[in-house]
């Protein structure tokens, strides 16, 4: 077996995350901020549950900081690097969850 091709190694475990009524994620980075590894070079998130209203995902600094606003649709993926193809961090890949507002938002 090579251990590259290990989920350890080279990939993290699935995360799952559920949003209420006003929960939002703060505007972050998917890449480790100390520089070293491991480090997340690109993010898939699907949508598993849309809320009614709000919740969607945005990229403030997208569009020379005009913003990208993504609306969560059940089904649904987005695919975004971290990184770019000279293994620096993209500081353009800052993204938040913004509040969900009626109903609830599931993800993965």
Same mark, same amino acid.
């Given at each position: ?8 190694? =080279?990939?993290? =475990? ?10 939002k994620y ?7 901020? %100390?520089?070293?590894? *491991?480090?997340?070079?690109?993010? @898939?998130?699907?949508? #598993?549950?849309?809320? +009614?209203? !709000?919740?969607?995902?945005?990229? *403030? @600094?997208?569009?020379?900081? %005009? /913003?990208?606003?993504?609306? *969560?649709?059940a089904?649904?993926?987005? #695919? $975004?690097? =971290?990184?770019?193809?000279? /293994? =620096? ?6 993204? +938040? /969850?913004?509040?969900? +507002?009626? !109903? +609830? %938002? $599931? /993800?993965?």
């Amino acid at each position: 077996s090579d251990e590259r091709l290990t989920h350890t190694k =080279n990939a993290e =475990n699935l995360q799952v995350v559920h949003y209420s009524i006003a929960q939002k994620y703060s505007p972050h980075h998917d890449f480790n901020d %100390k520089g070293s590894p *491991p480090q997340r070079f690109a993010t @898939l998130f699907m949508y #598993l549950q849309s809320p +009614e209203k !709000g919740g969607g995902t945005a990229f *403030p @600094l997208a569009f020379g900081r %005009k /913003g990208l606003q993504v609306t *969560p649709r059940a089904g649904s993926a987005m #695919l $975004w690097y =971290n990184m770019l193809p000279d /293994g =620096n961090a993209d500081e353009m890949s800052l993204h +938040e /969850g913004q509040p969900v +507002e009626a !109903g +609830e %938002k $599931w /993800g993965c």
